[in-house]
């Protein structure tokens, strides 16, 4: 994905950033000592997704266990998937795969759906 961003004009810089400013243009950021400019700032801190911690989990991810629908949805086509978890997350990544799968099984281990009433409603 850098790679792909490079080639559109992206510069990527990897460090902790001690001071940002994000008020108005330009935004600056601080990294390494030395002070960048820019008119937009994308911070992709990166998270962990929630586990079930079910066996077989960690063996399978990857392998018809993902946690990503943006990044796995065309290993899936014309399958039949589930998803685990019908909060805003699981809906939002239920939506987008829909378009490359051949159903969608959603679960809830909760008793009802905590969602956001838009996407329980969402046009297909």
Do not use: H, W
């Not at 065309?74 to 589930?82: L, R």
Request: with cysteine.
């Amino acid at each position: 994905m850098v790679e792909q961003a490079k080639k559109f004009g992206a510069i990527v810089y990897r460090g902790t950033p001690t001071d940002v400013q994000l008020k108005k243009p330009p935004r600056t950021f601080t990294l390494d000592g030395k002070t960048v400019s820019c008119n937009s700032i994308i911070i992709a801190t990166g998270t962990s997704p929630k586990k079930l911690n079910v066996p077989g989990e960690e063996k399978l991810k990857g392998r018809g266990v993902s946690y990503c629908a943006t990044c796995d949805g065309p290993i899936y086509a014309n399958e039949d998937i589930a998803v685990i978890g019908c909060g805003n997350s699981g809906l939002q990544e239920g939506l987008f795969i829909l378009k490359f799968v051949k159903s969608i099984t959603f679960v809830e281990f909760l008793p009802e759906i905590r969602a956001e009433k838009i996407l329980l409603y969402a046009k297909i």
